[in-house]
């Protein structure tokens, strides 16, 4: 079997001014497994998220140190291929943000950056993708109208669909189902399960539930440090750190 | 990236650059020639007098007559419209707080009068006092100016007011206030430091503004003495003395346009610095 | 300790209240009324088409053709708003995306100040810098010989007064776009150029059209610094390097004849209202515009 870590995290430590946000992160992330980074709020999982695609750029505060090697290369001393490098990880965010456009230009813009302008092909992966977000029944029809006008749960699987669309590897998701309905959640869970066949998932949350359902490894993060990481039953069965079984056992939130 | 995206992004950073700059420099320009000209022409003398005979042919004295009538008539109408404006702002955020269409309704209609040219309000005073036979003075001048400030004053005091938090109200009517105490009690000490920025705010408005005064306050080369006389203002005498053709009153209208840069400058000074001070009473939340 | 007892303070409070209140929320249509009550007086001798479109002014003989001073105020707002827009879309954007944050701490009192400056400095400022620049150099170098005092003149002039109030606005519409639709963006693999191009001005558009017709609006009735540098020739301009006249500045500049002659001071009540008429038309329809898109 080929190398089985897609992601290694090595050493990564985010400043933010004075105050230090994560502190020496080693982390591996399996190809082709949900690995849900699990903790309280205010923990630097966000951030963290944030490092792997670079958009810690995006904040002139923060420092950034420490290596992330995805595929043999460290994306953290990349200067030129920025965009590409963002375009191998399709980005799920805690409210839905779809882009001022159609439902359908949602998609085909992100096709567009991928450099596809043919239209007949535009076309059908607009469909391919719609489907995989569990979205196209319901919309197909509406290809034209605004993105704005559906609802929040139909937005954020628009939104997974179109960080499909830029033909990722790598799924970031920050607490994606925290502002949805029941069902949309589900939904969003379902199509996570199935898309873990093609893609290696990241997911951030603090519902530990959630993580129990759909998790094959688990990091258990607080205060910006790392306390312990393994399979869900590992830390879910048999945790280690006391800091673990506390947060497990509701202490703390 | 491709080339052509890398030249465009350049491009338009590039324009971007220069459009912040060219504000930038402008703004320094204004105030350089303001000073540049205004200094070598101020004197002591046109500070602490009122216009002599010829003055206006280049003759002796100065342009206190403007300097105060300006000051009075501003603080004038700042007292004015915060006499009105306060109460309506209060009434806005502790009474209308159940009723959000009205407080928008109210909300937009001071938006529309803020959007009023003053020219239009110095018309408007003008009219009003041929309807009641009045002549041009002080508080025809006030009256007119406080209508133009109004608006300005209270939508500044509106937007601090209604960053107040509903908790802070729950706790006084638990404590048993009434509703107008909350109001002038609570909410202006809560507030005082966005409410004195809005009265300095409302204040450089009106000592800077000319069209409204233009037709009401009329002019004279007294010092201000009273309620129903006429009264000088800085604008005008900035804008009557420019159009002489004699070099001297001309040179004396960039002394007189520096006077007023720099009142206008200390206000808004002060409002900066006040808005940092006053943070004691107010509690944090 | 008080001289009324508590109710009683509650209910002069809450009068003096209402009061204000009320005094607050009819001002738009006193003012509408207190005009139109001076101008009937021309509106019943001259059909409202007549004033509006005749291009002679000569009111000693009984001629208020308002059209001169009409073109002379749009051209003024429009060349205006030409600059204005252009510098202060490119700088709200220069100062929100891309630069670090105490830029945008230096960029607020440089606003403030701005919009400070009362007008007659502006109007100064134009006499001593921009009219001379004209004349001298810049018509020369074009071909025109021009005095200065020109539409040009004060449209530059008038840009600069109208940047803060636009610039603001830009301002807080742009820092009101949610960061995460930016992340999204660019985690698509969208360079920053393109994230603001294609997604951010879309998202600002409504936002943006808004700002520049409360600009215009502001443009079309400022009074001195216009009526100061525009030359206040009663003519159609063929360039900008002609003088013209502005609705505001035929108010301005008359107000003292205005008894005089016989229905003169109906004429300039009339101009005023075109300008509250003008000034709140803009300010409604941007309204409207605002809350209509807000729904989406």
């Known amino acids: 079997m080929e190398n089985s870590t897609k992601i290694e995290i090595r050493d990564l430590n985010v400043y933010a001014g004075k105050t230090q946000i994560l502190r020496n992160i080693n982390i591996d992330i399996p190809r082709n497994k949900i690995t849900v980074i699990l903790g309280p709020s205010g923990c630097g999982k966000t951030t963290l998220l944030k490092c792997l695609n670079r958009l810690t750029d995006l904040y002139p505060e923060l420092k950034v140190t420490g290596q992330i090697v995805i595929d043999g290369k460290n994306i953290l001393a990349a200067r030129e291929d920025i965009y590409k490098l963002r375009q191998q990880m399709g980005l ?115 519902v530990l539930r959630q993580a129990r359902r759909i998790a094959d490894n688990v990091v258990f993060m607080y205060l910006g440090d790392v306390i312990e990481q393994g399979t869900v039953q590992e830390v879910f069965e048999n945790p280690k750190m006391e800091k673990t079984k506390l947060y497990l056992g509701g202490t703390f939130n | ?145 406080t209508l133009f400030i109004l608006p300005i004053m209270i939508r500044s005091m509106d937007e601090i007011l ?33 409410i004195i920025t809005a009265i300095l705010l409302s204040f450089g408005r009106a000592i800077g503004d000319a069209a409204a005064v233009l037709f009401t306050a009329g002019y004279t080369d007294h010092l201000p ?53 006053y943070h004691k009473t107010k509690i944090n939340f | ?85 252009p510098v ?67 449209s530059f002039v008038l840009s600069i007064m109208i940047i803060p109030f636009v610039l603001n606005i830009l301002i807080e519409i742009f820092r009101a776009i949610p960061m995460e639709l930016k992340e999204a963006t660019l985690s698509l693999g969208a360079t920053e150029w393109q994230t603001i191009k294609n997604v951010l001005l879309k998202k600002a558009l409504p936002g943006i059209i808004a700002a520049f017709g409360f600009g215009l609006a502001r443009a079309f009735g400022e009074t001195m610094a216009v009526l100061m540098v525009v030359g206040n020739v009663v003519r159609l301009p063929h360039s900008v390097f002609d003088p013209g006249y502005t609705l505001p500045a035929l108010i301005a500049n008359n107000y003292g004849e205005m008894l005089s002659i016989p229905k003169y001071d109906s004429a300039l009540m009339f101009a005023a209202l075109l300008l509250l008429a003008v000034s709140l038309f803009f300010n409604l329809v941007m309204h409207f515009f605002i809350v209509r898109y807000n729904k989406y």
């Not at chain 1, 589900?186 to 998932?201: G, P, T």
């Not at chain 2, 900035?238 to 040179?251: D, H, K, R, Y």
């Not at chain 2, 520096?258 to 610095?273: A, D, K, P, Y």
């Not at chain 3, 074009?142 to 004060?154: D, H, K, P």
């Open chain 2, 162 to 194: 209604r960053t107040v938090p509903i908790g802070l109200q729950e706790a006084a009517y638990s404590l048993g206030s009434n509703k107008s105490e909350i109001a002038f009690k609570i909410f202006t000490r809560q507030s005082i430091s966005g």
């Open chain 3, 88 to 154: 202060c879309l490119l700088t709200a954007i220069y100062v929100t995306q891309y630069t670090k944050k105490f830029v945008l701490r230096i960029m607020h009192p440089a606003i403030d100040i701005l919009a400070g400056i009362p007008s007659v400095v502006y109007g100064l400022w134009g006499i001593l810098v921009i009219v001379p620049f004209i004349s001298k150099y810049l018509g020369p170098w074009m071909g025109v010989s021009t005095m200065g005092y020109s539409i040009l003149a004060a």
């Open chain 3, 1 to 85: 300790m008080y001289l009324l007892n508590r109710e009683q303070r509650h209910v002069i409070n809450y009068t003096w209240m209402i009061i204000s209140l009320l005094l607050v929320a009819f001002l738009p249509f006193l003012l509408f009324l207190g005009l139109y009550l001076k101008s009937v007086l021309l509106l019943h001798d001259y059909s409202l088409t007549d004033l509006i479109f005749s291009k002679t002014w000569k009111p000693s003989s009984g001629q208020f053709g308002f059209y001169p001073f009409i073109v002379g105020s749009v051209w003024v707002t429009l060349v205006a708003m030409l600059i204005t827009a």
């Open chain 1, 92 to 206: 799920l965010s805690q409210r839905p943000y779809p882009l001022p456009m159609t439902i359908y230009n949602n998609i085909s813009y992100a096709l567009k950056l991928r450099g596809i302008k043919n239209r007949r092909e535009v076309h059908k992966l607009v469909m391919h993708y719609l489907q995989q977000a569990n979205l196209w029944d319901e919309i197909r029809d509406r290809l034209r109208e605004p993105a704005s006008r559906l609802s929040i749960g139909q937005q954020q699987r628009l939104c997974l669909a179109r960080g499909l669309a830029v033909n990722p590897e790598i799924i970031l998701a920050d607490e994606p189902t925290s502002a949805l309905d029941p069902i949309s959640s589900q939904v969003i869970e379902e199509s996570f399960l199935k898309l873990k066949n093609d893609y290696s998932i990241v997911l951030v949350t603090h």
């Open chain 2, 225 to 277: 003495n009273g309620l129903l006389e006429p009264v000088a203002t800085l604008p005008l005498s900035i804008f009557f003395q420019l159009s002489s053709p004699v070099p001297e009153v001309q040179n004396r209208a960039y002394a007189s346009a520096l006077v007023l840069t720099l009142i206008i400058l200390i206000v808004s000074l002060f409002s900066r610095g006040i808005g940092k001070r």
């Open chain 2, 1 to 145: 990236m491709t080339r052509a995206q890398k030249t465009e992004e350049k491009f338009f950073k590039l324009l971007m650059i220069i459009a912040t700059y060219f504000i930038f420099a402008v703004l320094a320009l204004i105030i350089y020639s303001i000073f540049e000209k205004g200094i070598k022409a101020i004197s002591w003398a046109m500070l602490t007098q009122i216009p002599q005979g010829g003055y206006y042919y280049g003759k002796e004295g100065g342009i206190l007559n403007a300097i105060l009538g300006s000051l009075s008539l501003a603080f004038g109408a700042t007292v004015l419209a915060f006499v009105i404006g306060l109460p309506v702002a209060l009434y806005l955020n502790v009474f209308l707080i159940r009723h959000k269409k009205v407080i928008d309704v109210i909300r937009f209609l001071l938006d529309l009068v803020w959007g009023i040219p003053s020219i239009v309000y110095g018309a408007f005073g003008f009219s009003l006092m041929i309807f009641f036979r009045l002549q041009t003075s002080l508080l025809a001048g006030i009256l007119t100016v």
